[in-house]
C-alpha cells in the first residue's frame, strides 16, 4: 500500500522557516518524480514544486521561486520542504504527492494528508 | 502559463441524476496531460481520471472522463452520496502543473 506521511508544519511568524518532510512507502521511491501540492483555507489547489528521480531537475511555480528549495534522499525514501522567508500567503495544507513515472502521463498519483504551515506574527 | 476555468462553480444535483463537469484550458492540453481529481472536505485530493479518460486504479466505473484539446469533461453517470465533493481538473505543461478553480457538487 503506497504511503506519503509529511511532517514538520507549524506556526512560524512572517519571515521564518520551515522544514517540511515527507516519508514514503509502499513503491519504489526512487522511480517516481514527487511534487509538494499546498491548499490555503477554503481555497483550490496550487502546484508549489517537484523534483526528479535523481533529485537533478527541480522546478518550483513562480511565487515561491527563490525562498523554497526541494530536495530527497532516496536512501531515506524522503521528500523535503525548505520553507524560507515565509509570507502569510504562504498559510495552507502543504501535501506531498507522488508524481511522473517516465510512463508519458503526467498526474499525481497518491497523496500525503497534509500538514498546516501557518504564516502569522 | 495555461489557465484551466471549471465550470459551473457548484452543481447541485440529487442521488441517482448525471453529473457533467466542465474543464477549458486557455490553449491545448495534451490528453496525456489531463487528469480529474475529487476531494472531500478535510482529506486529501483523490486521482480520479488520468490521460483525460483513464480511471485510476479503484475507480467506479460511473466517472469518466473524456474530450480533447481546450476542453474537457468529467462525468459521473449515476450519483452516489459518496460522490458530493469537489472536482478539480488539472494540467501539465512548461514543466509545471496547473488546476482548475473546482467545481462544489451538492446535494440539492
Known amino acids: 500500500e503506497v504511503q506519503l506521511v509529511e511532517s514538520g508544519g507549524g506556526l512560524v511568524q512572517p519571515g521564518g522557516s520551515l522544514r517540511l518532510s515527507c516519508a514514503a512507502s509502499?513503491?519504489?521511491?526512487?522511480?517516481?518524480?514527487m511534487s509538494w501540492v499546498r491548499q490555503a483555507p477554503g481555497k483550490g489547489l496550487e502546484w508549489v514544486a517537484n523534483?526528479?528521480?535523481?533529485?537533478?531537475?527541480?522546478y518550483y511555480v513562480d511565487s515561491v521561486k527563490g525562498r523554497f528549495t526541494i530536495s530527497r534522499d532516496n536512501a531515506k525514501n524522503s521528500l523535503y520542504l525548505q520553507m524560507n522567508s515565509l509570507r502569510a500567503e504562504d498559510t495552507a495544507v502543504y501535501y506531498c504527492?507522488?508524481?511522473?513515472?517516465?510512463?508519458?502521463?503526467?498526474?499525481?498519483?497518491?497523496w500525503g494528508q497534509g500538514t498546516l504551515v501557518t504564516v502569522s506574527s | 502559463e495555461i489557465v484551466l476555468t471549471q465550470s459551473p462553480g457548484t452543481l447541485s444535483l440529487s442521488p441517482g441524476e448525471r453529473a457533467t463537469l466542465s474543464c477549458r484550458a486557455s490553449?491545448?492540453?495534451?490528453?496525456?496531460?489531463l487528469a480529474w481529481y475529487q476531494q472531500k472536505p478535510g482529506q486529501a485530493p483523490r486521482l480520479l481520471i488520468y490521460?483525460?479518460?483513464s480511471r485510476a486504479t479503484g475507480i467506479p466505473d460511473r466517472f469518466s472522463g473524456s474530450g480533447s484539446g481546450t476542453d474537457f469533461t468529467l462525468t459521473i453517470s449515476r450519483l452516489e452520496p459518496e460522490d458530493f465533493a469537489v472536482y478539480y481538473c488539472?494540467?501539465?505543461?512548461?514543466?509545471?502543473?496547473?488546476f482548475g478553480q473546482g467545481t462544489k457538487l451538492e446535494i440539492k
Open positions: 504527492a507522488r508524481d511522473y513515472d517516465s510512463s508519458g502521463y503526467y498526474y499525481l498519483g497518491y
Open positions: 490521460g483525460a479518460s
Open positions: 523534483i526528479k528521480q535523481d533529485g537533478s531537475e527541480k
Open positions: 490553449q491545448s492540453v495534451s490528453s496525456s496531460y
Open positions: 488539472q494540467q501539465y505543461g512548461s514543466s509545471m502543473y496547473t
Open positions: 509502499g513503491f519504489t521511491f526512487s522511480s517516481y518524480w
